[in-house]
C-alpha cells in the first residue's frame, strides 16, 4: 500500500485582506493493490484521495474526495508488459466569498474602500457541489532489464459540472 500527505503554503509575502497567507493547500491520498495472490500477472488496485485548497485570501475554497480502480493486464506470460485502465469518481465542492474580494469599482484615491459597491450584480457568490470523473489509459513494458517505457493518455472532468 502507499499512503501520503502533503501541505503547502503559498506566497505568505503578499498582503491580504484577512488572512497571513493567501494560498493554502492539504492533501491526502492511500492506494493499495488488492487480491495479488489470486489474478496471477495481473494487478487490481483501489485507492482514495483528499484535496482541500483555499486561494485568495480564502475567497475561493475547493474540496474534494475522489475515489479510484485501476486494473493492470498483463499481456504477457512473464508479466513484463501490461495494459492498465483506470477510473477516478467522486464528488467537488467549491465556494467563494465575494466580500473577501476587491474589484476594481472599489478603488479610491489612496486605496481601496471594501464597502462600497463592487459592481458585481448578477453574482452572489456561494457553494456548489457537483459529480467528478476521471479516466485514464497506460502501456507500460520492460523490453529489457534497464530499458522501460510508458505510453498513456488521461481524460479528467469527463462528467460535465451540474
Same mark, same amino acid.
Given at each position: 500500500? #502507499?499512503?501520503? /500527505?502533503?501541505? @503547502?503554503?503559498?506566497?505568505? +509575502?503578499? %498582503?491580504?485582506? $484577512? +488572512?497571513?497567507? %493567501?494560498?493554502?493547500?492539504?492533501?491526502?491520498?492511500?492506494?493499495?493493490?488488492?487480491?495479488?495472490?489470486?489474478?496471477?500477472?495481473?494487478?487490481?488496485?483501489?485507492? *482514495?484521495?483528499?484535496?482541500?485548497? #483555499?486561494?485568495?485570501?480564502?475567497?475561493?475554497? &475547493?474540496?474534494?474526495?475522489?475515489?479510484?480502480?485501476?486494473?493492470?493486464?498483463? &499481456?504477457? @506470460?512473464?508479466? #513484463?508488459?501490461?495494459?492498465?485502465?483506470?477510473?477516478?469518481?467522486? *464528488?467537488?465542492?467549491?465556494?467563494?466569498?465575494?466580500? #473577501?474580494?476587491?474589484?476594481?469599482?472599489?478603488?479610491?484615491?489612496? $486605496?481601496?474602500? %471594501?464597502?462600497?459597491?463592487?459592481?458585481? *450584480?448578477?453574482?452572489?457568490? $456561494?457553494?456548489? &457541489?457537483?459529480?467528478?470523473?476521471?479516466? $485514464?489509459? /497506460?502501456?507500460?513494458?520492460?523490453?529489457?532489464? &534497464?530499458?522501460?517505457?510508458?505510453?498513456?493518455?488521461?481524460?479528467?472532468?469527463?462528467?460535465?459540472?451540474?
Amino acid at each position: 500500500f #502507499r499512503a501520503t /500527505l502533503n501541505y @503547502r503554503n503559498q506566497w505568505v +509575502s503578499i %498582503p491580504t485582506v $484577512g +488572512s497571513s497567507s %493567501p494560498y493554502t493547500t492539504y492533501s491526502g491520498s492511500f492506494d493499495a493493490r488488492i487480491l495479488p495472490d489470486r489474478i496471477g500477472n495481473d494487478k487490481f488496485g483501489v485507492g *482514495v484521495t483528499f484535496f482541500s485548497d #483555499r486561494a485568495g485570501d480564502g475567497a475561493l475554497k &475547493t474540496n474534494s474526495a475522489m475515489f479510484s480502480i485501476a486494473y493492470h493486464k498483463a &499481456t504477457d @506470460r512473464y508479466g #513484463r508488459n501490461h495494459l492498465t485502465l483506470g477510473l477516478q469518481a467522486g *464528488v467537488v465542492n467549491k465556494q467563494i466569498d465575494i466580500t #473577501r474580494l476587491l474589484f476594481e469599482e472599489q478603488l479610491v484615491d489612496f $486605496g481601496f474602500d %471594501p464597502n462600497a459597491f463592487n459592481g458585481e *450584480v448578477n453574482f452572489g457568490g $456561494g457553494s456548489f &457541489t457537483y459529480a467528478d470523473v476521471n479516466i $485514464g489509459a /497506460l502501456w507500460q513494458s520492460a523490453a529489457s532489464e &534497464t530499458f522501460k517505457y510508458y505510453i498513456g493518455f488521461s481524460l479528467h472532468h469527463v462528467a460535465t459540472p451540474g
